[in-house]
């Protein structure tokens, strides 16, 4: 699953709209809900039944199971074919890629909306990266030590530099995503769902005040002699 926000206007709402339903503000406001999100980022690793996952994420198999119904009914997950029974279901996400762009609605009840998911759902990244490290800290993440990448780089560019690299990383990972995606058929032993997260954004200030800091620490001249 690919979720990718193209941010043309730090304040557009995102559009996770899937292959073929699009995003209006019924189906943003149906996702915008705390626990719905978690269950979503939950079958992002893989089917579930609402009994499974009332038990991962603390809640009550009642709310997991009406949960995943209204998200079901907005067509972000759907009961899988051929397993589980009417009294334990097994759920997945709904097939095809759910792409975070630039959406054409901008009413307030469509912002609201996604102020909800977005926050909830940055919230989850950060938990999954931090559960990763306190997993590998405690040895129980042996083969994957020293494979996994967590860093940071900071840059001075212009907005169409910016453009420019973050367009060639996303190719990079759309080649990655053909190859490993969550629908790959041939599922090597000990292949697990990786997550890779990658933002790239304008840090608060101006390059005047990063020039005007790198002058004041910065010896002039006569200090260097």
């Known amino acids: ?6 941010d043309s206007d730090a304040d557009d709402p995102l559009d996770l709209t899937g292959d073929d339903l699009p995003l209006d503000v019924r189906r943003l406001k149906a996702l915008a809900h705390p626990l719905r999100t978690q269950i979503f980022d939950a079958l992002t690793t893989g089917p579930a039944t609402a009994s499974g996952l009332a038990q991962r994420l603390g809640e009550s198999s009642g709310a997991t199971s009406y949960h995943l119904r209204q998200l079901a009914e907005h067509g972000f997950v759907e009961e899988m074919p051929g ?4 009294r334990e ?3 997945q996400l709904a097939p095809g890629r759910h792409a975070l762009s630039s959406s054409a609605d901008e009413s307030a009840a469509a912002r609201e909306a996604l102020d909800m998911f977005a926050s909830e759902w940055m919230r989850l990244r950060y938990q999954a990266a931090a559960e990763f490290r306190t997993r590998v800290r405690a040895g129980l993440e042996p083969a994957w030590k020293g494979k996994a990448s967590d860093a940071t780089t900071l840059f001075v560019m212009t907005p169409d ?5 973050t367009g060639e990383l996303v190719a990079v990972l759309d080649r990655w995503d053909d190859r490993c995606g969550r629908e790959r058929a041939d599922v090597p032993d000990g292949a697990r769902v990786v997550e890779l997260q990658l933002r790239a954004f304008p840090r608060v200030g101006s390059a005047v005040d990063f020039h005007d800091t790198a002058r004041a620490v910065a010896p002039t001249e006569t200090e260097a002699s």
Request: proline share 0%.
């Open 83 to 86: 397993r589980g029974t009417a």
């Open 89 to 91: 279901r097994w759920w």
């Open 1 to 6: 699953m690919t979720t990718r926000e193209h």
């Open 161 to 165: 530099e910016l453009e420019a690299m």
